[in-house]
């Protein structure tokens, strides 16, 4: 499963469409099989859910997103985690091992 970790400066970014990057991390099972980083090219109403989609998401983890943002990618398939913060790497961990839990969205609009 390909999840799109919102980050900034390598922590997870508190606002989804804000962030300076998204770390894409495959995970089967317990492993992390690959990841790289992808470029967020601009914040832009309903463009993000589409463009995440298009590289094969289908969970994203942040800290919180508004609601367009949640919606869309309910249309499109994709799960979200919100509520989420500290370091990729940990994020990243907490995930393979079934232990990542969402929570409340930090996203204020």
């Keep these: 499963m390909r999840y799109a970790i919102a980050v900034e400066r390598d922590q997870v970014a508190a606002h989804f469409g804000r962030c300076e990057r998204y770390e894409l991390a495959d995970i089967e099972g317990d492993q992390v099989v690959a990841r790289q980083a992808l470029a967020?090219?601009?914040?832009?109403?309903?463009?993000l859910p589409r463009y995440l989609k298009e590289h094969g998401v289908q969970v994203v983890v942040c800290?919180?997103?508004?609601?367009?943002?949640?919606?869309?990618?309910?249309?499109l398939g994709v799960g979200?985690?919100?509520?989420?913060?500290?370091?990729?790497?940990?994020?990243?961990?907490a995930i393979a091992n079934g232990e990542l839990i969402s929570g409340e969205s930090t996203c204020e609009h």
């Design 80 to 93: 979200i985690f919100t509520g989420v913060s500290g370091g990729v790497d940990q994020v990243i961990a």
């Design 40 to 47: 967020n090219p601009g914040h832009e109403p309903g463009f």
């Design 63 to 75: 800290g919180g997103a508004g609601p367009r943002a949640v919606d869309l990618l309910a249309q």
